[in-house]
């Protein structure tokens, strides 16, 4: 299923790029090669351009050597004007480069020509392929210190037989969950600081301890290669987010909007772990049966 | 809400003092545990690169608006507000994605929006199921994931769908 999902997301962008793409030249939705008539005013050398008629207009300076039209690229300008500055193919791409091409002086008509934009869709996938790919080794080797922390107070509190009592408390309801993983595994300690983290919001910290929490279910897998049934149940509870208080970043951008949305978040995320938990145990008995 | 601040700290302390009450040798424990830190995020960077590619380049071509302006109208005639549509679909993709469309929704249909409210409470109440996924799979070197992302999804298309039923309720 991770496989059709995955290679369906690839496939897909690649036809909808494509095709995107071929829609574009077929309708010339950037005026490639196709020239433009704008009126300027002799004495200023300045001007107004319109992509099509009825559009906000944007104004532009003459050059000094009369080839190029100044016009500054950037939040200001029409959507369609953005859109060609940036996939323009000079380096600059500050300027929006158009090219003059004729200069009747008599009417004051300029004749220009939009620098050639083609491929959009597609150069856009190719660079978002490697931008990502950069940045998920990023992602990763952040998550390594902050893994590092984790683990080691995580150590700490395991020495210390603090998570031995903590599991304790909450066995009745992991015993429910995991009823095949004996009291005393310390994966249960693991995936109880898990819960527990996800439950106050603490992202990042829940993820070190469900990764700790996975490693320790993989020793008890009987079939190394494949999810057994309580990596499943424990991933699609960690997905529907247990949780007490809403994630730091939700506060971060909404504010103090957020404490109207305590309740029904906690509503929703109930309904969503219940179905989590629902769901694994009726997949695990299909398997079984 | 600003007495969050305080559970990491607090925390830490607890952990640590509990330590040394028990006499545990702290500090040597902690770099002991530490050490795994490294490897595991090592071992879950080809995880990571084929999930985040695949997702970005879902997004940047285009496809995933087709979709939603495709399935758009189903969404209408249940009731739901299609504008927190885009939420729904990107929500079990990326986390920073889903961050970008909550902020664009604000801007647009402002905080006190049944919209916005939607589309935070979704955010607020289900993960990024393939990152989750991806990562949790990826530090134990298994492709092959059971039913985890069914069950993920469907734990969040309910998510989705309480969430959008709650708020009605309450908000309007």
Redesign the interface.
């Known amino acids: 299923?991770?496989s059709y999902?995955?290679a369906g997301?690839?496939m897909?962008?690649?036809?909808?790029?494509l095709a995107?793409d071929i829609s574009d030249e077929i309708n010339n939705s950037f005026g490639n090669q196709q020239a433009f008539h704008f009126k300027y005013q002799k004495s200023s050398r300045q001007g107004q351009a319109s992509f099509s008629p009825g559009d906000k207009p944007v104004f532009f300076n003459i050059n000094e050597n009369n080839q190029q039209l100044e016009i500054d690229a950037d939040k200001s300008l029409p959507q369609i004007w953005q859109h060609i500055a940036r996939h323009q193919s000079v380096e600059d791409k500050t300027q929006l480069g158009v090219t003059i091409t004729e200069i009747n002086q008599n009417k004051q008509e300029l004749t220009v020509i939009l620098p050639e934009v083609h491929w959009v869709?597609i150069r856009?996938?190719t660079?978002?392929?490697f931008?990502?790919?950069e940045?998920?080794?990023k992602?990763?080797?952040g998550?390594?210190?902050?893994?590092?922390?984790w683990?080691?107070?995580?150590?700490?509190?395991?020495?210390?037989?603090?998570i031995q009592y903590f599991v304790k408390l909450i066995y009745p309801v992991l015993h429910w969950l995991f009823p095949k993983i004996e009291k005393n595994e310390p994966v249960l300690g693991s995936i109880s600081l898990n819960m527990t983290a996800n439950m106050?919001?603490?992202g990042n910290?829940a993820?070190?301890m469900?990764?700790?929490a996975?490693?320790q279910?993989?020793e008890l897998n009987r079939h190394?290669?494949?999810?057994?049934?309580e990596?499943?149940?424990?991933?699609?509870i960690?997905?529907?987010?247990v949780?007490l208080?809403?994630?730091?970043?939700?506060?971060a951008?909404?504010g103090?909007?957020?404490?109207e949305?305590l309740?029904?978040?906690i509503?929703?995320?109930s309904?969503?772990?219940?179905?989590?938990i629902i769901?694994?145990k009726m997949?695990?008995r299909m398997?079984t049966s | 809400?600003s007495y969050?601040v305080l559970?990491?700290p607090v925390?830490?302390f607890?952990?640590?003092g509990?330590?040394l009450?028990?006499k545990?040798a702290?500090y040597d424990?902690?770099?002991?545990?530490?050490?795994?830190?490294?490897s595991?995020?090592?071992r879950?960077?080809p995880y990571?690169?084929?999930?985040?590619?695949?997702?970005?380049?879902?997004?940047?071509?285009?496809?995933m608006e087709?979709i939603i302006t495709m399935i758009s109208p189903l969404f209408e005639l249940v009731g739901i507000p299609p504008e927190v549509l885009p939420m729904a679909i990107i929500r079990?993709l990326t986390?920073s994605g889903s961050?970008g469309v909550?902020?664009e929704l604000?801007a647009q249909y402002g905080?006190?929006s049944i919209i916005v409210?939607i589309a935070?409470?979704?955010?607020?109440?289900?993960?990024?199921?393939l990152y989750?996924?991806a990562?949790?799979?990826g530090?134990?070197n298994?492709?092959?994931?059971?039913?985890?992302?069914?069950?993920?999804l469907?734990?969040?298309?309910?998510?989705f769908?309480?969430?959008t039923a709650?708020?009605l309720v309450?908000f309007s």
């Open positions: 299923m991770l999902l995955w997301m690839i897909s962008s690649v036809v909808f790029a995107s869709k856009a996938i660079k978002t392929a931008d990502m790919a940045f998920a080794v992602l990763a080797i998550l390594a210190g902050i893994m590092a922390l683990l080691g107070l995580m150590r700490i509190a395991e020495k210390s037989g603090l106050l919001g603490l910290a993820t070190p469900g990764i700790k996975m490693q279910l993989q190394k290669d494949r999810a057994s049934d990596m499943c149940m424990f991933l699609a960690n997905t529907s987010s949780q208080l809403p994630p730091v970043t939700l506060i951008i909404m103090t909007g957020v404490s949305l309740l029904p978040i509503l929703a995320t309904a969503s772990t219940v179905a989590a769901s694994a997949f695990a398997r | 809400m969050s559970v990491i925390l830490i607890l952990i640590i509990f330590g009450i028990k545990v702290v424990e902690f770099v002991d545990g530490a050490k795994e830190g490294f595991t995020a090592v879950i960077i990571l690169v084929a999930m985040l590619f695949a997702i970005a380049m879902f997004r940047a071509s285009g496809a087709s079990p986390g961050v909550l902020a604000m905080q006190d409210k935070a409470t979704m955010f607020g109440s289900t993960e990024t199921t989750v996924l990562v949790y799979f530090a134990i298994v492709s092959k994931t059971g039913y985890a992302l069914q069950a993920g469907i734990a969040d298309f309910t998510g769908i309480a969430a709650v708020c309450m």
